[in-house]
């Protein structure tokens, strides 16, 4: 069985900061890529960013240059770095992660319970 506990969410001021966490834990036996999504009220979930193993990062337009992704291998930890934010970053963040176990041979995909970010004055 895999976990994925994600931390580090909450209530900010537009143009605030927030660093979320993601540590994977379980039976592990590779981690592929790892990544955030958020769903805001009424609509779907998007992805936010995304990181390989190899450390390859892919951003949404609407944070590239305002999130920063990054992974500890060596934790099975993924961290979301968001500076500058804003109200439409609003949204519940779920963490990825396409894992490998004994239950399932091939990267299969797992996610966190969630963690609320709101940014408002």
């Known amino acids: 069985q895999v976990q994925l506990v994600e931390s580090g969410g909450g209530l900010v001021q537009p143009g605030g900061s927030l660093r979320l966490s993601c540590a994977a834990s379980?039976?592990?036996?590779?981690?592929?890529?790892m990544g955030w999504y958020r769903q805001a009220p009424g609509k779907q979930r998007e992805l936010v960013a995304v990181v390989t193993s190899g450390g390859i990062t892919n951003y949404a337009g609407s944070v590239k240059g305002r999130f920063t992704i990054s992974r500890d291998n060596a934790k099975n930890t993924v961290y979301l770095q968001m500076n500058s934010l804003q109200p439409e970053d609003t949204a519940v963040y779920y963490c990825n992660a396409k894992i490998k176990t004994n239950i399932h041979p091939r990267p299969y995909d797992y996610w966190g319970q969630g963690t609320q970010v709101t940014v408002s004055s």
């Open positions: 379980g039976s592990i036996l590779s981690i592929y890529d």
